[in-house]
């Protein structure tokens, strides 16, 4: 009885026959297997050039931002300089059991809430509608221009910004007053009037500040795509309706960020331009939290009871800070983290 052997019964095999762990004919290989995570030594020795770079900045973080907060403990202490940090009795929350049930607790916090409040309803929108002019300039000459005089205030200093604000509202030689009494009025003792002390804050604030935040949503202005414009203009829409539905949706996500920031910082009122433009007269209403906390703890020598205050606004403006970025975060925008 005679076979007739063929290729297949002899010499070919399948690959899936010859090795069963290889993949099936046709089938996409796996991904690769991970590589190896370096360790970090050998990480910041490969990017040292980085690390040099990045160390000013961190040193910068530790000694002044970190370290201090180890002084914060003289808040619940009675602290004195022959004691030390760690030896002064300890006293709990005496301290801000004090400030709150202080007659000056609902001035101060009035003061400092609602300048910043005002501040921030008033002048949050004016570096978002300059942007939004300037962008629509359609001579770049100009435009550059329009930005150099906007931003130019923000590189005065405080001290000569309040130095203008007393010449300009002086009752005797100022031009404001003396406008006013070319138009039949009296003039007014701006700087004594106490109901004036917070137009003065938040307009020269205003006009300090507003050119520099504009430049930040110019920027994000640039990001926008100009086919978009492009598209919308072949559609019929005018100028105002791409502001409305391309230019303002497109710079949303960094207004909502620095919405937040502000909103942080909102128990945190500047120091120095507050100090300035105090006058003995207008203490009802320029006397804040940051004047009260200097004036107790350095000129009264209170250093617990004003390091209590300090960290009482600190905590704050982080629960705030934390409150309108679950809010952001909620609302599907953009946030901090």
Excluded: C
Excluded at 35 to 40: F, G, S
Excluded at 119 to 139: R, T, W
Excluded at 225 to 232: C, M, N
């Amino acid at each position: 009885m005679s076979h007739s052997l063929t290729a297949t019964d002899v010499g070919t095999t399948s690959p899936t026959d010859s090795d069963p762990g290889a993949p099936p004919q046709g089938a996409s290989p796996g991904p690769p297997p991970p590589r190896a995570r370096k360790h970090l030594p050998t990480r910041i020795f490969q990017a040292w050039q980085l690390y040099v770079l990045l160390a000013p900045a961190l040193i910068y973080l530790v000694v002044f931002k970190y370290w201090p907060m180890y002084g914060a403990q003289i808040a619940f202490r009675d602290y004195n300089p022959v004691d030390g940090f760690f030896w002064s009795p300890w006293v709990g929350l005496d301290h801000f059991v004090a400030f709150v049930t202080s007659f000056q607790f609902e001035r101060l916090v009035a003061n400092t809430l609602t300048i910043n409040t005002v501040g921030l309803l008033v002048a949050f929108p004016v570096p978002i509608i300059l942007a939004l002019i300037v962008n629509q300039l359609p001579s770049e000459r100009f435009k550059r221009m329009t930005q150099t005089i906007l931003y130019a205030p923000s590189f005065i200093s405080v001290v000569v910004i309040v130095g203008m604000i007393h010449l300009l509202f002086s009752p005797s030689s100022g031009m404001v007053n003396h406008a006013i009494s070319l138009l039949g009025g009296e003039p007014i003792f701006f700087m004594g009037t106490p109901e004036w002390f917070r137009p003065l804050y938040i307009g020269s604030d205003i006009w300090q500040n507003a050119g520099f935040s504009m430049i930040i949503y110019l920027a994000a202005l640039t990001a926008i795509d100009p086919s978009l414009h492009e598209a919308a203009r072949m559609d019929g829409a005018n100028r105002f309706q791409r502001i409305r539905h391309i230019d303002i949706p497109g710079i949303l996500p960094v207004i909502t960020i620095l919405f937040i920031f502000a909103v942080g910082n909102i128990f945190n009122l500047g120091f120095e331009k507050v100090y300035l433009m105090q006058t003995d007269l207008n203490l009802p209403t320029s006397e804040v939290i940051n004047t009260y906390v200097y004036k107790t703890g350095l000129q009264n020598a209170q250093f617990s009871y004003s390091a209590a205050i300090g960290l009482f606004n600190s905590v704050l403006n982080l629960l705030l800070l934390l409150t309108f970025n679950w809010v952001a975060k909620k609302a599907n925008q953009s946030s901090l983290w």
